[in-house]
């Protein structure tokens, strides 16, 4: 069983929290559609703070063990599961075959970044 270091393990668990945030940032308006725009930008811009505070020391950290094209990988990754959360149970909006299919795709081409 391979041993995983915490350079290895960290970024992965702050770059799915920071997504969390990314996602809410950038699509949870989308519920208060009704709301000023202004209004959606500015708490969008607060939400990404903490984005940003989590994104940044996932790098710093993930930079020891990964490259820079790996790192940007696992976040795309962590993106696609992520937003499918947030979409089904924060918007409402069900992912429909064709979804999974080219979430499968862009699973796939991300392994090959991964391939030695």
């Known amino acids: 069983m391979p041993t995983f270091s915490p350079a290895a393990i960290w970024p992965i668990v702050l770059l799915s929290l920071s997504n969390v945030f990314m996602t809410f ?3 949870g308006h989308l519920k208060f559609k009704g709301s000023a725009i202004f209004l959606a930008i500015l708490v969008s811009w607060g939400i990404a703070f903490f984005e940003y505070c989590l994104a940044v020391p996932a790098n710093r950290i993930g ?3 990964y490259s820079a094209a790996q790192l940007k990988t696992i976040q795309e990754v962590i993106t696609l599961l992520v937003f499918s959360g947030f979409s089904i149970f924060w918007l409402k909006e069900s992912l429909t075959i064709n979804h999974f299919l080219g979430f499968a795709l862009i699973a796939g081409g ?4 991964f391939r030695a």
Do not use: G
């Open 25 to 27: 940032a950038w699509y």
């Open 63 to 65: 930079a020891q063990v």
């Open 110 to 113: 991300a392994a090959l970044i």
